[in-house]
């Protein structure tokens, strides 16, 4: 098959999953009430921070433990470009992106050095730090109150064509087309020469350096694109309604992280399920507990409790994830069939 | 004159409980391969099992001794349980991998951090508590002079300075010290001389339990304790090991003071807030200026 021709597929086919996830969302949106809308909304947004794991630590094989503080650089220059000098919100996401890239850029180039527990340990000093210049740079970055934005109201021509919109569903509205531009972008890296360089230097750095390939600059631009992808998510995530180092705690990092994992580490799939997981997973805890006399004090660390356990089981038992297993089965059932 | 005393013999004795972090950390590193992130977890649980202890009226020494007890069991605990079925998988697909053979036991010891952050609040309620000190945290007098150093900051550096010495005998003038430098150095050819490098391997992950859980009780008395109060801990040790180098325990101790005198000093000379910045900073220039630590030697850094 020529190479123009592969490109052809690889392109049709991430339109066709970009399109689907997107209609997907739009479905669900439409089954659920108001709270599980919002719920859904921060799916789509944590779910383009979860894709950028599945780029740095699936495909690249780097660990970063502070992606969540570049959600917090990202929600930073957005809400700083709202705020400060009145730029509308969509210009603002897009210029978020470009200053996280620059970010990763400066962020790649000291990672490129590091690797293993090196590279997991600067990320997560940094995860840590990075909140805290907030509060050191009080006067411009408002310290530990942080800086109020919001989606603000869906536009007028938007309304009369669907009718009302709840302001639940208009942050859906505007992170959905972002995710899905994302995971389009995601896929298409993933499949073509770029991916295959990823995988080649995560699998053994010699092999790919006799191929010819430039280790530190793939590196280099895995962090550069992981970052871009986290900005994003991180501004929209920051548009719920403020802008603070409390909205991105360090704990946000390795939620993005155990999703990751959970879902699976090497797969798109697996990051969607995996971020499904770990936003709905409080919940349905909450309403199992519910039916048992169970102290508020214990209830507050049961989420903690299960999603640090099923991280454990999961490296443990299946380190492929949700998305390993369900390959396994498929493949036995295959065998048997012959 | 006097602030600089303070910000002296304070830092020293915060770099001890740093030197001890950072020690665990290298020795699991040296002996396992495996970065512990859950190694203050695991500190703060034993913490709070010696503050149950005590509030259970029993006495400070015998709670201390627990927890250095408990401390060791649990890390051989994490090794046994956790960290060796997950690294004598050899055919799973994912740990073929050059990078995701460090990067999992990465996550590992996330998801222990998180289960027993976890535990610990669902047990002791997570509310904040004070944590006792056998020594009053006054300025020592002499005469009508306030000197600048503490009762409890010379219990902590004595206490610490007693571990390094045990720790000192053990590796240079004992067997099993021996066995254990060997198996870090070559494990393979430390396998065939027949020593068990398996159960050095967990001795390693018990002594690095007990001296972070070490670490745990003389550092609580002045931060109180909660869930998550030892992560500022984890993160100052690690970036101590990585300034002394990873792979030199000497030197793990050696960034531990250093790092004390850091902190110490922003502390004092400029804001608190200023802590986290600079031990970002100061991380990111010792991994620019000197990537293999000050006592690390270049080709043992697994890169």
Redesign the interface.
């Known amino acids: 098959m020529s190479k123009h021709r592969t490109h052809k597929i690889i392109g049709l086919r991430s339109t066709a999953l970009s399109l689907l996830l997107f209609l997907f969302f739009i479905l669900l949106n439409n089954q659920f009430g108001a709270y599980n809308q919002s719920q859904l909304a921060n799916i789509a947004t944590l779910l383009i921070a979860v894709l950028s794991i599945t780029l740095l630590?699936g495909a690249s094989?780097?660990?970063s433990?502070g992606q969540g503080a570049i959600m917090a650089v990202g929600g930073y220059s957005s809400a700083l470009l709202v705020t400060r000098l009145g730029f509308s919100m969509w210009i603002s996401i897009i210029l978020a992106i470009f200053i996280s890239a620059l970010f990763g850029l400066f962020l790649g180039l000291?990672a490129a050095?590091?690797?293993?527990?090196?590279l997991?340990?600067?990320t997560?000093?940094?995860a840590?730090?990075i909140p805290?210049?907030a509060?050191?740079f009080e006067t411009f970055f408002s310290g530990d109150v942080g800086l109020s934005v919001d989606y603000g109201m869906p536009p007028i021509w938007l309304t009369n064509i669907v009718g009302e919109i709840s302001i639940e569903e208009w942050s859906l509205y505007v992170a959905l087309p972002f995710t899905a531009a994302a995971l389009f972008a995601v896929l298409n890296l993933l499949n073509t020469r770029t991916g295959r360089t990823w995988r080649a230097v995560?699998?053994?750095?010699v092999a790919a350096a006799l191929a010819g390939i430039n280790i530190s600059r793939t590196k280099i631009f895995v962090f550069v694109v992981a970052s871009a992808l986290a900005g994003l998510a991180g501004a929209l995530y920051g548009f719920r309604g403020l802008v603070a180092p409390s909205v991105y705690p360090?704990d946000l990092s390795?939620t993005l992280?155990?999703a990751a994992?959970i879902g699976g580490?090497?797969s798109i799939g697996g990051a969607i399920f995996g971020t499904f997981a770990i936003v709905f997973l409080p919940d349905l805890i909450e309403r199992v507990s519910a039916n048992f006399t169970i102290p508020e004090?214990?209830g507050?660390?049961?989420p903690?409790?299960t999603?640090?356990?099923l991280?454990?089981l999961t490296?443990?038992t299946n380190?492929?994830g949700a998305a390993?297993a369900l390959e396994d089965l498929r493949h036995h059932r295959h065998r048997k069939k012959h | 004159m006097n602030s600089f005393l303070t910000a002296f013999f304070s830092g020293t004795a915060q770099g001890a409980i740093y030197a001890l972090v950072s020690l665990g950390l290298v020795l699991v590193w040296r002996g396992a391969g495996v970065v512990n992130f859950a190694q203050m977890g695991q500190a703060m649980f034993t913490t709070y099992i010696a503050s149950q202890m005590i509030q259970h009226n029993n006495s400070y020494w015998s709670a201390f001794v627990v927890a250095l007890i408990c401390g060791a069991l649990l890390g051989a605990l994490v090794d046994l349980a956790i960290m060796r079925p997950l690294t004598s998988r050899k055919n799973s697909q994912l740990l073929n991998s050059q990078s995701m053979r460090t990067t999992i036991p990465v996550i590992a010891s996330l998801g222990i951090l998180g289960v027993l952050k976890a535990l610990a609040g669902i047990l002791w309620a997570g509310e904040e508590r004070g944590f006792p000190s056998p020594v009053a945290p006054n300025a020592i007098k002499i005469g009508s002079t306030n000197l600048a150093i503490t009762g409890f900051d010379l219990f902590v550096i004595g206490v610490v300075f007693a571990a390094l010495v045990l720790t000192t005998i053990f590796f240079t003038k004992t067997g099993m010290g021996l066995a254990m430098r060997a198996s870090a150095l070559n494990p393979e050819v430390t396998r065939l001389s027949g020593i068990r490098v398996g159960s050095v391997r967990t001795l390693g992950w018990a002594i690095s339990g007990t001296a972070s859980s070490l670490a745990g009780l003389l550092v609580t008395p002045r931060t109180n304790l909660s869930p998550n109060t030892l992560d500022l801990l984890l993160i100052v040790g690690f970036t101590a090991a990585v300034v002394g180098g990873l792979s030199s325990l000497a030197g793990s101790v050696l960034g531990g003071f250093i790092l004390g005198y850091v902190i110490s000093f922003v502390n004092v000379y400029s804001a608190p807030e200023n802590v986290f910045i600079a031990i970002l900073v100061f991380l990111l220039l010792a991994l620019f200026l000197r990537p293999q630590g000050i006592l690390g030697s270049k080709e043992v850094r697994r890169v």
């Open positions: 630590t094989g780097q660990i433990l000291a050095r590091l690797s293993g527990p090196y997991a340990g600067t997560l000093v940094m840590l730090a805290s210049i509060v050191r995560r699998d053994n750095e360090t390795l992280l155990t994992v580490l090497r004090t214990i507050n660390y049961l903690g409790l999603i640090g356990l991280l454990l490296v443990i380190p492929r390993g």
